[in-house]
């Protein structure tokens, strides 16, 4: 009768314990990242500071200021969203620029190629509603 009972009792452990086990196990992932990748992000550029700063050309004159910067259902990093023209926010369109063709030269973003002519000529970015 004990050994029936004992039996019993293990035989209901194993069975409630068995899903939370597999539970554990699928879908896991590691959090975070490993130093190596953390020490290289520290030397990139952080978005607070990018948005709201000036865009350069080659010739070091200002032709807009970087707005927003936007994120692709990939999650990767794909444009800069441009503020070009305007007074005082007054007049200003929006043009979306391929982060690959931003360079930073000693502080400065610069939009290798680009004038304020160039600028204005390209397609107006719209947000999707």
């Known amino acids: 009768m004990k050994q029936t009972m004992l039996i019993a009792v293990l035989g209901l452990t194993l ?4 899903g939370n086990a ?13 130093v190596e ?5 520290a030397v990139g550029h952080r978005a607070s500071k990018v948005i709201g700063a000036p865009g350069y ?3 070091d004159e200002r032709v807009g200021s970087i ?4 994120i692709t259902p990939d999650r990767s990093l794909s444009y800069a969203v441009v503020s070009v023209g305007g007074f005082l926010g ?4 929006l043009v ?3 982060v690959e063709q931003l360079h930073d030269e000693k502080g400065k973003l610069i939009l290798p190629g680009a004038t ?7 397609p107006e970015f719209q947000y999707a509603a």
């Not at 069975?15 to 068995?18: G, H, P």
């Not at 007054?90 to 369109?93: F, L, Q, S, Y």
């Open 15 to 18: 069975i409630a314990t068995a």
């Open 22 to 34: 597999v539970a554990q196990v699928a879908g896991k992932m590691t959090l975070g990242t490993s």
């Open 37 to 41: 990748v953390t020490q290289g992000l």
């Open 57 to 59: 050309t080659e010739q």
């Open 67 to 70: 707005d927003d910067l936007i």
């Open 90 to 93: 007054i007049g200003k369109r």
């Open 96 to 98: 979306a620029i391929p």
């Open 116 to 122: 304020k002519e160039a600028l204005k000529a390209l």
